[in-house]
């Protein structure tokens, strides 16, 4: 692997900024209680997606058809999804909860840009410089003190044209406002609204709309207060999760991304190195089979590839340190949507976050191990079988101290989901050629996507040091020729 980072950012030229409401008088002031789904959200880092297509057009024609109709359509989809407009009201003390609150008027902040950096480079899988994107994302502007409470939006978008080459969207919005599902029941709404010419009535007759009502939400079991008293006792006097752009971009600073695409070939073959391994080791002696689905697998091989990279990381910890650190739990973290997995009945298009978080810890020595993979598979698909016969809340009242005890040491999560479809975010100019989720850079995490040709692949992307990549590349590789052996 040899990545070419660039001397200097991308540079990108400011054409306007909007503030794009909902139609006026289309939506009534609506102030939308979080529950116990959404609190643990309050404390992660804002979510950065882009989108990229091939779009070859001029300024001029951009700014005279395309642009006019970006705003038109994403007005009209924030009729529906009017949450992205409202603002979060974070209370400076106890006993006032958080909530979002949409007053008419309200609005959200789209930029306009253009770039002359070489578009070709960044919708390819190869290595790049992690700062090379970020201009492309916009910002989030902080939260403002206002009535003993400090009040900030939600999303901001930016558009970005590469003259006669390309366009990419880029969405920085608060995890609390909406998990993955709902950002992308909002992008295809836009996107579909937008592809048929500002028409509103033109999408999915299958689709009702986002339904808001969070009294569809039961607590029985009293998450929300002991979830709200952690936050507090976490956020302290500055309950907001925004990094400044200075910090972000210090946090990424000596980091590369990649993408890897693993075929349906390799899944296959993964699938069946994982499954015989467990048979050597007399796991299918169990009474329960072993779940191994396409996330499950690729999720095990990945998390073993991360701490082997991080093998030196390691090293120089046991040096200034006294334990082993074979010895160390290595943790992983996955979501898992429980809008059909709960007692009640919650509708499919309920908008917010309904997803069960989902932590595991094992050894370090276990899964550098020969059956490394396939412990991990069996312990992350263990969880999921959990999840798909009612098990999606359990530990959720220490969602948030989970959290804080898996910082403190080797910590993998999952961004996005290949069921989440996001290369069929279509606004009429066909599939995005790439899609990148930009806040893994500073998280950590990997993220998952459906693969982009359509052919039941996945794509993992992920931004590591040079030296923990160069080391990641070459397990990968090796242990792609493994079980495609099989």
């Not at 075929?263 to 499954?275: A, E, F, N």
């Not at 997995?341 to 298009?349: C, H, N, V």
């Not at 016969?389 to 959720?396: D, F, K, N, P, S």
């Not at 599939?431 to 850079?441: A, E």
Request: charge should be negative.
């Amino acid at each position: 692997m040899s990545p070419s980072p660039s001397e200097e950012m991308m540079q990108i030229k400011i054409l306007h900024r909007y503030d794009v409401s909902p139609p006026a008088n289309s939506v009534p002031a609506t102030a939308l209680p979080l529950t116990f789904f959404d609190i643990p959200w309050l404390l992660c880092c804002p979510i950065q997606r882009l989108f990229f297509y091939d779009f070859p057009q001029s300024p001029p024609s951009f700014a005279q058809t395309t642009l006019p109709l970006l705003v038109r359509s994403l007005s009209l989809a924030l009729r529906g999804f009017f949450p992205f407009a409202a603002n979060l009201v974070l209370p400076l003390a106890p006993p006032w909860k958080p909530h979002i609150l949409y007053s008419d008027g309200d609005s959200l902040s789209l930029t306009v840009a253009e770039s002359a950096a070489d578009f070709a480079e960044l919708v390819t899988d190869e290595a790049r410089d992690a700062t090379l994107i970020h201009p492309l994302v916009p910002q989030l502007a902080a939260p403002r003190a206002f009535n003993g409470a400090r009040v900030g939006p939600l999303m901001a978008i930016q558009v970005t044209l590469f003259p006669n080459k390309g366009l990419c969207i880029g969405v920085h919005f608060l995890h609390v406002a909406a998990d993955g599902r709902s950002f992308n029941h909002f992008m295809k709404s836009w996107a579909s609204i937008h592809r048929s010419a500002g028409d509103p009535t033109c999408v999915d007759p299958d689709d009702s709309g986002p339904f808001h009502d969070r009294e569809v939400i039961k607590d029985p079991n009293g998450i929300e207060p002991i979830l709200l008293k952690d936050w507090w006792s976490c956020a302290g006097s500055s309950p907001s999760p925004i990094p400044s752009p200075s910090e972000a971009l210090l946090t990424v600073a000596d980091k590369v991304r990649v993408t890897f695409v693993l075929g349906k070939d390799h899944i296959d073959g993964l699938k069946v190195q994982v499954s015989s391994q467990l048979k050597t080791d007399n796991v299918d002696s169990e009474s329960e089979p072993i779940h191994l689905s396409t996330f499950v697998v690729t999720s095990a091989f990945i998390w073993v590839c991360m701490i082997k990279s991080r093998g030196k990381e390691h090293q120089r910890r046991e040096q200034t340190s006294s334990e082993s650190s074979d010895d160390e739990l290595c943790r992983f973290c996955f979501l898992a949507d429980c809008r059909d997995r709960l007692e009640y009945s919650i509708p499919s298009t309920y908008f917010g976050n309904c997803l069960g978080i989902c932590f595991l810890a094992e050894k370090r020595s276990t899964l550098l191990g020969k059956s490394g993979i396939s412990h991990a598979a069996r312990a992350i698909g263990g969880r999921v079988k959990e999840v798909k016969t009612g098990g999606g809340l359990r530990g959720a009242e220490k969602w948030i101290k989970d959290f804080n005890a898996a910082n403190d040491g080797d910590f993998v999560t999952v961004a996005g989901s290949p069921r989440l479809k996001v290369y069929d975010t279509d606004f009429g100019w066909g599939r995005p050629m790439k899609s990148h989720v930009v806040h893994i850079d500073m998280s950590g995490s990997i993220a998952l996507a459906d693969s982009r040709n359509g052919d039941g692949g996945v794509e993992v992307g992920l931004a590591l040091t040079r030296v923990c990549m160069e080391k990641f590349v070459s397990l990968l590789e090796k242990g792609s020729k493994s079980f495609m052996s099989f």
